[in-house]
Structures are given as C-alpha cells and as structure tokens.
C-alpha cells in the first residue's frame, strides 16, 4: 500500500520563475493538505483540499495555489517566487478532514 | 489564534535516559493532540494523539496525556534509544469550526541520543 508520495524531490529555481509541486495520496483518502517547512521551523498550513476545492487557507498570499484532481492527486503551484520561498513543502492527506494525516516526504524547493 | 509551544531545543541525552518534551497548546475549544516525528530527509510521521482531556496516547514505547487544566500534552519515554534521535513535534488540530482539520504546529524539539 503506497504512501503520500510526491515529486520532485529536490528542486531549484530562481527569484521571480513559477513552480509546480505535485502529490499522490495515500491510497482511499479523498482529503489532501499542503505546509511549508522552513528550516528549522514546524510545518505551517497553506491550505487544504477536498472534493476538488479549497476548503481551508491558511496566511499565505495569493501567489500559492492549488488544485485538486478527480483521483484525489494534487498540484501546489507557486507564482513570482521569492528567495523567502526556500522551504521543504509537505503534502498530506487524509480520509476527511479529521481523521490523522499522513505526511509524504516532500519537496525541498531552494530559490537562488 | 490557536499556537504550540514546545521546550527549546536542542535534546541531548545518553541511551536508557528519561525523556520529556514539554508541549503546551492555546486554544479556543477542545482540539485533539498530537506528536509527530521526523526522521533526516523524511516527512512526519503520527507518533500518537489523544482527543479529549485525560486521553493517554502511546506507541513504541512514548507516552503523552491530554491535560485540560494545564493545557498540555507532554511526551516522555522511560528509556530512550539511539534510533530515537529525531525531531519532535507537537501539533493541535479541531475537528470541526473554522479550523477544521488544520494542523497548528509546534516548532519542533531535536532529541539527539548517544550510545
């Protein structure tokens, strides 16, 4: 039974380019959540999707935004990045909202 | 808003130590409890959780209670080994009201133990 995965692993781009972050759940959820991970800091929010719309949002500006697909996968996209944008982003998901998350490994973006 | 405040960091301890990590949470409302951890170059994993006040989480060993009047839910483990050595966060989440299902976060407690 596959987990969280998601992909890239690593990824490296420049101030001002566009990124795209993709995740697979884990097989039978229908919820998936996104947090960003600065070095040396807890995981925070960005949002969460289900039933392929934003149900929560967490402070983070327009220029993130997500999708959610019919199989339940999903993509995070980033616009104009900012060297502040240099993070590990985490995908998680779950059977509804409230039931445990379960994290993938995620994404190490660095901005340079 | 809602917050997590764990014990500054970082955790150094010998093998067969004691260990606590203090966590406390505010809250509006009864939110359930976790403790995930994080391995080098790995996502978190759900350690354990409670959900109600006087609810005690374990797993492999740990141990955390959901302590209401205190606002806390501090790990311990009686004996700690080398493959212990992780980060250590503590989390709350709502399952229901406006922050349903959002993960709110500590910032994270590094347990280093040796040999």
């Known amino acids: 039974d596959a987990g969280v995965t998601q992909s890239p692993t690593h990824l490296i781009k420049t101030r001002g380019q566009q990124v795209t972050l993709r995740c697979s759940p884990k097989?039978?959820?229908?919820?998936v959540s996104w947090y960003q991970q600065a070095l040396g800091q807890g995981p925070q929010f960005i949002f969460q999707?289900?039933?392929?719309?934003?149900?929560q949002r967490g402070n983070f500006p327009d220029r993130f935004s997500g999708h959610q697909f019919p199989n339940y996968s999903s993509e995070l996209n980033v616009n104009a990045l900012l060297l502040g944008d240099s993070a590990l982003y985490l995908c998680a998901s779950s059977l509804q909202a409230n039931q445990p998350q379960h994290f993938g490994d995620g994404t190490r973006l660095s901005i340079l | 808003g809602d917050s997590v405040t764990q014990m500054e960091g970082p955790v150094t301890l010998s093998e067969e130590a004691f260990l606590t990590i203090n966590c406390t949470y505010t809250a509006t409302g009864y939110p359930s409890l976790f403790w995930y951890v994080q391995y080098p170059g790995e996502g978190l994993q759900l350690l354990l959780k409670a959900t109600k006040a006087d609810d005690k989480g374990s797993n492999k060993g740990f141990e955390a209670t959901y302590r209401k009047e205190t606002t806390s839910f501090h790990l311990e483990k009686g004996s700690v080994q080398v493959s212990d050595s992780a980060v250590y966060f503590c989390a709350l989440s709502f399952a229901g009201g406006t922050s349903y299902g959002k993960l709110t976060f500590g910032q994270g407690t590094i347990l280093t133990v040796h040999p």
């Open positions: 097989s039978g959820h229908d919820t």
């Open positions: 999707y289900y039933e392929e719309e934003e149900r």
